[in-house]
């Protein structure tokens, strides 16, 4: 399985962007989960969100309010609408997917290529 993200970019404080991550390729089984997550420079992974094929999502305490996923289980992607931005959520992003129905973006099986997002004035 590939992920492809991509709608990263430099935007100012207060800002919106909408990644897109897109899933080809043969898995084992379905993709019955997908979601995001970020590191910083210097930084740790930290979830973002995740969202299953049964319609449960989980968003971080940092992006509740501002972050929503979505998702096409039909043609495998994942959108993670993010607003009001802040520099602190300057980071590379990266999608994830996995097998299982679980939210915990950040064990899911298969992994993409990063979209950096720069939130600076």
């Known amino acids: 399985v590939q992920l492809q993200a991509s709608g990263g970019g430099l935007v100012q404080p207060g800002a919106s962007l909408r990644l897109s991550c897109a899933a080809s390729?043969?898995?084992?089984?379905?993709?019955?989960?997908m979601g995001w997550y970020r590191q910083a420079p210097g930084k740790g992974r930290e979830m973002v969100a995740g969202i299953n094929n049964g319609g449960t999502k989980t968003t971080a305490a940092f992006g509740r309010g501002r972050f929503t996923i979505s998702r096409d289980s039909a043609k495998n992607t994942v959108d993670l609408q993010m607003n009001n931005l802040k520099p602190e959520d300057t980071a590379v992003y990266y999608c994830?997917?996995?097998?299982?129905?679980?939210?915990?973006?950040?064990?899911?099986?298969?992994r993409g290529q990063g979209t950096l997002v720069t939130v600076s004035s």
């Open positions: 390729g043969r898995s084992y089984g379905a993709l019955n989960a």
């Open positions: 994830a997917a996995d097998e299982g129905y679980g939210l915990d973006v950040l064990v899911y099986k298969f």
